[in-house]
């Protein structure tokens, strides 16, 4: 690389430089018009800090407990598909990158690294398991098991995607996995995402969520998923207040806000707008945490003080993978957390 990033939009730079267009655009882009991808980011500019003063912030602990596992930021990587599209080392590089920052990575059931090999990568690191439900019930509790005997510490259920959200520029590049790429979690082809069949004009991932994910799924499905697992269970895409009520009727142990990276349904609400709305409904009855639109420390501190637990970032991690590896993960997490202390101490915050 040229020069340092400094930023997050500098990582992102890079890699639009590094990677195929059809891999940036797939990473990138929003559902429809991409007005909540957008808002996603600017609506952290619509709130305000506070900062109190003459406070002693000389010593300050970033370290917090997420479902019970001790991590030393409250900066988590989110699940992100197909990383090896990013970097031939993929998921495996990002927990590496998660193990040294001593945080937490949750892995996506559509990884290119499978479930145990990001364990093996990174036996000390805390993980999770992005969980979607299959069609194939079997297929399900499967994965959920392999995530169990592994070492994985929670499951994190998808709850926003009966259907995949119009991507254009994935319909626009057709969009399938490189075809020395495979769903590493997946033994079929098909499943694995890795069939050499045409998917026609479509996104390919669109025909593949189609053909697979189960659209029935009910919030009976949540307790049954609480029925074939010992792990912590949150709920991956909570927008309304009544859902997340709901939610604690099933006993879930932690709610995700999260629009899906604004690749669902466009017009949806940014997540920081709807974070207090979420966080008075759960009233401490179960972890709240949230993803969208996070890159910069200011962020994750508005975040916090909304409420949140912890925050997740997604993209800003895919383009630090995408530059320099695990190097340019650690780098990306470095980042976050050295804009996070500083952001905390000038608004004379000493801890979480």
Same mark, same amino acid.
């Given at each position: 690389m040229s020069e340092k990033p400094v930023?997050?939009? %500098?990582?992102?730079q890079q890699a639009k430089r590094i990677l195929p267009k059809a891999v940036f655009d797939y990473f990138c $882009?929003? &559902? %429809? =018009?991409? =007005?909540?991808l957008a808002d996603n980011v600017a609506a952290f500019s619509r709130w305000r800090l506070y900062p109190r003063v003459?406070? %002693?912030v000389s010593c300050m602990d970033l370290s917090v407990s997420i479902l019970g596992q001790q991590v030393s930021m409250p900066i988590c990587v989110a699940a992100t598909a197909m990383q090896r599209m990013a970097h031939p080392d993929g998921e495996t590089a990002t927990v590496k990158a998660c193990s040294s920052a001593?945080?937490?990575?949750?892995l996506s059931s559509w990884s290119t690294s499978s479930i145990e090999e990001v364990a093996e990568a990174a036996p000390d690191a805390v993980r999770w398991l992005q969980l979607y439900i299959y069609q194939d019930r079997q297929l399900t509790t499967t994965l959920v098991k392999k995530a169990e005997a592994a070492g994985y510490k929670g499951i994190f259920v998808t709850v926003d995607t009966p259907y995949l959200g119009r991507r254009r520029n994935d319909v626009r590049n057709r969009f399938q996995l490189p075809s020395h790429l495979r769903m590493a979690n997946f033994e079929t082809s098909d499943l &694995?995402? $890795?069939s050499k069949e045409c998917y026609g004009e479509d996104s390919g991932l669109a025909v593949y969520v189609a053909r697979a994910i189960d659209p029935s799924l009910k919030? =009976? %499905?949540i307790a049954w998923l609480k029925k074939i697992t010992t792990?912590?269970?949150?709920?991956?895409g909570i927008l309304r207040a009544d859902d997340a009520r709901e939610a604690l009727k099933y006993g879930v142990d932690g709610i995700l806000v999260s629009n899906h990276g604004a690749r669902q349904l466009d017009g949806v609400p940014a997540t920081i707008d709807i974070l207090p709305e979420i966080v008075e409904a759960v009233g401490g009855k179960a972890e709240v945490f949230l993803d969208g639109g996070v890159r910069k420390g200011t962020d994750i501190l508005k975040a916090l003080a909304l409420g949140a637990k912890a925050v997740f970032v997604g993209r800003p991690v895919l383009w630090g993978l995408a530059c320099q590896g695990d190097k340019g993960v650690s780098e990306v997490l470095q980042l976050l957390r050295e804009e996070l202390s500083l952001a905390m101490a000038l608004a004379g915050e000493l801890d979480l």
């Open positions: 930023c997050i939009n %500098d990582y992102e $882009s929003g &559902a %429809d =018009e991409q =007005e909540t003459l406070r %002693d001593g945080t937490g990575m949750m &694995a995402f $890795s919030w =009976e %499905d792990l912590p269970v949150v709920v991956k």
